[in-house]
């Protein structure tokens, strides 16, 4: 004579149910990691691009600076200072770049929202970290 199933069908129903939602739970676990991982390359990439951009923001100020000083003695001499010196900056590239950075991190931190949400929907009892 064969024991019966602690539970019965619902038990092992349940049992099932709970299965895969671990498996997605998992899962979800697994693309919340690499869009974190996503979001920290994106994060210095852009602070990079901000601090280059800063930086030659800085140099082309310099340079302006330069001529307010040597302008008058050039002139003197019959030297335009864009003889010598010739600067051009334009920042559109760089930051429709940033700006575009921007957007996909924001993105990232979005679906990130959504998935701690969602995780902590299924499993309220079980804190997790964002």
Not at 12 to 28: F, N, R, Y
Not at 80 to 93: N, T
Not at 98 to 123: C, D, M, P, S, Y
């Amino acid at each position: 004579m064969q024991k019966p199933v602690e539970g019965g069908e619902e038990a092992v129903k349940s049992a099932q149910e709970i299965g895969a939602i671990d498996k997605k739970l998992e899962t979800l676990k697994q693309e919340t990691e690499k869009a974190e991982f996503e979001s920290a390359a994106l994060t210095l990439a852009t602070e990079n691009l901000r601090q280059a951009r800063q930086t030659i923001d800085r140099h082309v100020n310099a340079l302006t600076g330069l001529r307010a000083k040597f302008d008058q003695m050039l002139e003197a001499e019959g030297i335009a200072f864009e003889d010598v010196v010739s600067v051009s900056a334009s920042y559109g590239k760089i930051d429709a770049v940033i700006a575009t950075k921007e957007l996909v991190f924001f993105k990232v931190l979005g679906q990130n929202l959504e998935r701690a949400i969602w995780r902590n929907l299924w499993h309220p009892w079980q804190p997790r970290s964002i």
